[in-house]
């Protein structure tokens, strides 16, 4: 029993106000970067390289082309996927389109390791022949080892 | 503990024409119970936390990624003009085969009877370092071209490893070389 206002007992509310509102912007960033990371990266397993004279991953403007490990040169550009025998063509052609609209684009090729180098090459030169020079090749670090 | 009674505003002449001011006693106001609206949040707190758990395990960050840049030569660039005067480094092959399906089972061939087969990335890179004329050796200079040989099997992880070992010793001119069709 409440001694100051005799009206029962006293009620102890939390104000959850501050506590809902950044609960909401912890999920509207997951539901954005969750989006963005299923569209671009393609699950791989990328090849960890010891000693490795890497650098940060420029982010802006860029295409992220990965390169399947499958038998037949598969890539995936987004939500592009190029397979078969003509598959590097058809990158080439959005790679070119994407060099048309920002000429200082850059192509990270996401290759995994178990790729045949014998599909990963086509996707560089693909890059070269858009007029790209600028391409990234994206590895990870081994395990225990930042 | 006897409350003081509420004093009636002070009116002023202009006021004398405007409404009656009801006088109602406290004790009056405290005993009737003010409708309260309260939301009940407990079902909506319950499905956030759910969201977020989802996108929390979900969500795949690509933290850990870097980036082996890359100079790719310009297809349509005009050639370069030759000074005839100038005897230029024949570019060195550096051959990489896949033998099995681990990390380590490559073998590694460098085009030049100095160097030949090397075991690993890093003898790699220490055997063409040490032939660094900046380095008291004898083969190669800053601007020495390394092309990189490797079969259309060759696994990835190996090729990309020689590409490391080659920029990680110091040479900015290291070049892929289209696929062969058998192991070179």
């Not at chain 2, 990309?160 to 192991?183: S, W, Y």
């Amino acid at each position: 029993m409440s001694r100051i206002y005799h009206k029962g007992p006293a009620r102890v509310e939390a104000n959850l106000t501050a506590f809902i509102d950044v609960t909401f912007l912890l999920i509207i960033f997951f539901i954005l970067v969750a989006q963005i990371t299923t569209a671009e990266n393609a699950p791989l397993v990328l090849p960890a390289v010891h000693d490795r004279v890497s650098t940060p991953i420029a982010r802006e403007d860029r295409v992220i082309v990965n390169c399947l490990p499958t038998a037949q040169p598969t890539y995936s550009v987004g939500s592009h996927v190029f397979a078969g025998a003509n598959a590097a063509e058809q990158l080439g052609a959005l790679l070119r389109d994407a060099q048309h609209r920002r000429p200082d684009i850059e192509v990270s090729v996401r290759a995994d390791r178990t790729a045949p180098y014998g599909h990963v090459h086509p996707a560089m030169q693909a890059a070269a022949m858009a007029g790209i020079q600028k391409v990234q090749l994206i590895i990870v670090p081994p395990e225990g080892e930042l | 503990m006897p409350m003081p009674t509420q004093q009636p505003e002070q009116a002023g002449p202009s006021a004398a024409s405007e409404e009656p001011i009801h006088h109602v006693p406290i004790r009056r106001k405290r005993a009737v119970p003010r409708p309260v609206t309260n939301l009940n949040l407990t079902a909506m707190i319950d499905v956030v936390f759910l969201l977020l758990l989802y996108f929390l395990l979900v969500t795949n960050f690509a933290k850990d990624e870097e980036a082996l840049r890359v100079d790719l030569p310009d297809p349509l660039a005009p050639a370069a003009v030759v000074d005839p005067f100038v005897i230029e480094d024949l570019p060195v092959v550096v051959t990489v085969t896949s033998v099995g399906n681990g990390p380590g089972d490559y073998r590694i061939h460098v085009d030049q009877p100095a160097v030949g087969s090397v075991g690993s990335f890093a003898d790699l890179c220490s055997t063409v370092q040490a032939g660094r004329f900046d380095r008291g050796g004898y083969l190669y200079g800053d601007e020495q071209v390394f092309l990189i040989r490797a079969a259309s099997e060759t696994r990835w992880e190996h090729t990309i490893g020689t590409f490391n070992a080659l920029v990680r010793a110091g040479f900015a001119h290291v070049h892929f070389l289209p696929p062969t069709e058998a192991d070179p």
